[in-house]
């Protein structure tokens, strides 16, 4: 099994920055890709920003500029600073895993239990 574990989120004021941490763990054999996702009350989960092995990020567009998405290969750690916050950044924010478990074929998705973050004045 593969556990993920998120941490780092609050209530922040608008204008503020918070740091997203992500450490995945257990029988992994190799990670693929690193994710952030948010989802809004209401909503559905959106792709924040993710990662892949060699360092290449993607972001969405609300979030370039503001947010910057880092990786530990070697802690499998995803890290998500969020800078110049807005209301609308509120949300839940879920980490996803891309990996293989030693012993399987194929890739699958982990997710967190997901972390809240508050942006209110």
């Known amino acids: 099994q593969v556990h993920v574990v998120e941490s780092g989120g609050g209530l922040v004021q608008p204008g503020g920055s918070l740091r997203l941490s992500c450490a995945a763990s257990?029988?992994?054999?190799?990670?693929?890709?690193m994710a952030w996702y948010q989802q809004a009350p209401g909503k559905q989960r959106e792709l924040v920003a993710g990662?892949?092995?060699?360092?290449?990020?993607n972001y969405a567009d609300s979030v370039k500029g503001r947010f910057t998405i880092t990786r530990d290969n070697a802690k499998n750690t995803v890290y998500l600073q969020m800078n110049s916050l807005k209301p609308e950044d509120t949300a839940v924010y879920y980490c996803?895993?891309?990996?293989?478990?030693?012993?399987?074929?194929?890739?699958?998705?982990?997710w967190g239990q997901g972390t809240q973050v508050s942006v209110s004045s």
């Open positions: 990662i892949i092995t060699g360092g290449s990020a």
């Open positions: 257990g029988n992994i054999f190799r990670i693929y890709a």
């Open positions: 996803n895993v891309k990996a293989v478990m030693i012993a399987a074929t194929t890739w699958r998705d982990y």
